[in-house]
């Protein structure tokens, strides 16, 4: 009985063995068939710019820009091609510096711009005294000299290491900063003279 339970082991290792040795080899068949389905995930069926399409009625792949939609370019190239900056129409010139355009500038001032060029508009901000390059200050001749418009500029489209901040500041809000820079410069460089006479009389009264 011992003999005979020997002597069945041994086919049925042989065919044990065989099948092995067929799915190993299938295994190996069926490998550039996986490939392949990966490549086709990675190239996937596109059109080609201005390729025709039978899927419209006008035949073109490219399809026109629906009513309403709104542009999220920004940049010079953005700028040239559709006369927009940071996605909304830039305006033509600043709105009137009001209290509110003020605040406003105050708050994006605080935000995006003290970090580096400080409250006080000095160039000395928090990150700058841990090693970032200083910025140039708001209260020297060249930057009290500078135009409304080249700031506008500088804020929308970056300078030196300074990036642009079109896609974070709106139009609106950039002007709003402008003024408030130069509420900023006056008030280093104002005089006695630019106090209202109300006020100048309260200030002299303090000062005895």
Known sequence: MLRGQVVSRTPTRRVSSTV???LGGLCL???P???KAMRNMYDQPKYDPLSQSSLWPDG???RPIEPGVVA???GALAATSSGRQGGLAQ???PPPATIDTLRRGRERYDIYCAPCHSLTGDGDG???RRGFPAPASLHTPQMRAASDAHLFDVITSGSGVMYPFADRIGPQDRWAVVAYMRALQRSQHASIQDVPPPEQRVLLEEAR
């Open 29 to 31: 068949l069926l490998l």
């Open 20 to 22: 092995q040795f067929l």
């Open 91 to 93: 305006p033509a010139s």
């Open 126 to 128: 928090m990150v700058v």
């Open 72 to 74: 999220q370019s920004a």
């Open 60 to 62: 073109k792949s490219a």
């Open 33 to 35: 068939g996986c490939e």
